[in-house]
């Protein structure tokens, strides 16, 4: 059986960033507002100690805020240099402007 579990409001999204950090079973997960497709990755750029809800949002890509590496943020792939490793992406839910996250399995 699958488990969601809510973890923020559509609202609670910077409408200046497009993107919240939230903490997920217990890891930090970035969330994007993409003109109304809500996405999760990993929060933490995996070349660097940076948040990515710290990042630059643009046509649908982050940018880390620590070494301007840039992936794509619907498949998790690196986009440049000197990023090389995929983000981890979360499946996302939205019911009545409450965005859910699928749990782990135990």
Known sequence: ?????????VGDISPDTGTL?????????CLYDLQGEICATQDRCPHGNASL?????????????LH???????TGKPQC??????????????EANTIYLKAEAA
Do not use: N
């Open 1 to 9: 059986m699958e488990t969601w579990k809510p973890v923020a409001q």
């Open 21 to 29: 950090r939230v903490v997920h079973d217990g890891e930090g997960v």
């Open 68 to 74: 301007q590496g840039v992936f794509d943020i619907r």
């Open 53 to 65: 809800a710290d990042g630059y949002v643009e046509d649908g890509t982050i940018e880390c805020p």
């Open 81 to 94: 240099p000197p990023v090389t490793t995929d983000l981890r992406r979360y499946e996302v839910r939205v």
